[in-house]
């Protein structure tokens, strides 16, 4: 079974702080990592997708890729009250199915 | 450009009956993925479609079924309903013909199917 692992949190940041949403794979052929944003009661946003090892900014997110220890991290710079919400990994195992971790809730206090 | 839309939003159904959930891909995507969302389980993959060709499909009973038409407009069903079925069902659009690991999957709102 290709796992994907994330810590449930919740993980609590004050405002303005930098909020590490960690994640770890099991297939190390996998290819493609995304990370999607879920509120509560809400669908899956799509927030950044990763390919290369590395870091890949976009705006306040930074995701980083380090295939030889099959980790992805998603890092959100002066976090708001706003992004509060549960954040899903997920892997391209192979053929065209997402493989989702159980994601991690995020909590950012005023 | 309108996102993926789901219909009906919210369901309700008894033990045993059946029943069939819609969803329109993003105007220019292909194929449209499916997905069952439950507290305990998390997101699980069911089946991709792409060009009315099922192309990959995850670990649930053959109760559940789906078909895309010829406008990417998929449905899925699931027949002789159990409580367990009770969930989120996610469809997900992408473009679908880049190499398999390179489709941003784009969300729907979902339908929510209690099952009583």
């Known amino acids: 079974q290709k796992e994907v692992e994330q810590n449930s949190g919740p993980l609590s940041v004050p405002e303005g702080a930098i909020a590490s949403l960690n994640c770890t794979y099991s297939d190390r052929g996998s290819q493609s990592f995304f990370w999607y944003r879920q509120y509560s009661g809400k669908s899956p946003e799509l927030i950044m997708f990763i390919y290369s090892n590395g870091d890949k900014e976009d705006g306040r997110f930074t995701a980083q890729l380090n295939k030889a220890s099959q980790y992805v991290s998603l890092l959100i710079r002066d976090s708001q009250p706003s992004d509060s919400a549960t954040y899903l990994c997920?892997?391209?195992?192979?053929?065209?199915?997402?493989?989702f971790g159980k994601g991690t809730s995020l909590l950012v206090t005023p | 450009k309108a996102g993926v839309t789901q219909t009906p939003r919210y369901l309700i159904k008894t033990r045993g009956q059946q029943v069939t959930l819609s969803c329109s891909p993003i105007?220019?995507?292909?194929?449209v993925s499916w997905y069952q969302q439950t507290p305990g389980q998390g997101l699980q993959f069911l089946f991709e479609?792409?060009?009315?060709?099922?192309?990959n499909k995850g670990n649930f009973p053959g109760r559940f079924s789906g078909r895309q038409f010829s406008n990417s407009r998929s449905e899925m069903n699931v027949s002789t309903l159990e409580l367990g079925d009770s969930a989120l069902y996610l469809c997900?659009?992408?473009?679908?013909?880049?190499?398999?690991?390179?489709?941003?999957?784009?969300f729907g709102p979902g339908t929510r199917l209690t099952v009583l």
């Open positions: 105007s220019g995507h292909r194929s």
């Open positions: 997900a659009s992408s473009l679908g013909t880049l190499a398999g690991a390179y489709n941003e999957q784009f």
């Open positions: 997920a892997v391209y195992n192979s053929g065209y199915a997402l493989n």
């Open positions: 479609y792409f060009s009315e060709t099922q192309r």
